[in-house]
């Protein structure tokens, strides 16, 4: 199985500064034979489910705000919030869907500074 | 608007049955892989199982396999999930997700508590 592994497990950052989140893939989810990586980050509000925030490692899904971007490729990939707003507080995740098992890193807690 | 309700959650004793159903809206189901994904108590997210447009593919995470079986009916626009001999470390919320592409999840729905216990 390919362990997503995300740091930190929580983060503190203040309003309208940068904040960046890692994830590391355990074995490569670039595919070749077409040149992407099979990851995707999510955004989990209190007692909400998960809201896709960005796949193929970099591309923003449709409505969710340009301040969010997501870069890497192979096995180390990183979901930055370039100015943090408050609605912004939540924990993020990664999630690999390169092979079976999907796997997903164990979160990030992002909070107001 | 894509919709994903689930519903049959509930207390089960260990060893008991459960079966989930998730009524889907908004969308052509089926011309999509559907899945299911489940996050414990203060947990993480963890996938479980995905299902082929038709039925025909179905893939399981190993510590459910040969007790939990996903399945559709795409005539009823939902997907199920039945789960068998239930232990406490299924307790979680599940949740019922469209599966895009090649493998990442939008949308998903509210979720429905599965609680395992005596």
């Known amino acids: 199985d390919i362990v997503m592994t995300q740091s930190p497990d929580s983060l503190a950052v203040s309003l309208g500064e940068r904040a960046t989140i890692n994830c590391k893939s355990s074995?490569?989810?670039?595919?070749?034979?077409?040149?992407?990586?099979?990851l995707a980050w999510y955004q989990q509000k209190p007692g909400q489910p998960p809201k896709l925030l960005i796949y193929?490692?970099?591309t923003r899904e449709s409505g969710v705000p340009d301040r969010f971007s997501g870069s890497g490729s192979g096995t180390n990939f990183t979901l930055t919030i370039s100015s943090l707003q408050a609605e912004d507080v939540a924990v993020y995740y990664c999630?690999?869907?390169?092979?079976?098992?999907?796997?997903f890193g164990q979160g990030t807690k992002l909070e107001i500074k | 608007e894509v919709q994903l309700v689930e519903s049959g959650g509930g207390l089960v004793q260990p060893g008991g049955s459960l079966r989930l159903s998730c009524a889907a809206s908004?969308?052509?189901?089926?011309?999509?892989?559907m899945g299911w994904v489940r996050q414990a108590p203060g947990k993480g997210l963890e996938w479980v199982a995905n299902i082929k447009q038709d039925g025909s593919e179905k893939y399981y995470v190993d510590s459910v396999k040969g007790r939990y079986t996903i399945s559709r009916d795409n005539a009823r626009k939902s997907l199920y999930l039945q789960m068998n001999s239930l232990r406490a470390e299924d307790t979680a919320v599940y949740y019922c997700?469209?599966?895009?592409?090649?493998?990442?999840?939008?949308?998903w729905g509210q979720g429905t508590l599965v609680t395992v216990s005596s």
């Open positions: 074995q490569s989810v670039l595919y070749s034979s077409n040149n992407k990586n099979y």
């Open positions: 997700a469209r599966v895009l592409l090649s493998g990442w999840f939008d949308p």
């Open positions: 193929w490692a970099s």
């Open positions: 908004g969308f052509t189901f089926s011309n999509y892989w």
């Open positions: 999630q690999q869907y390169y092979t079976t098992p999907y796997t």
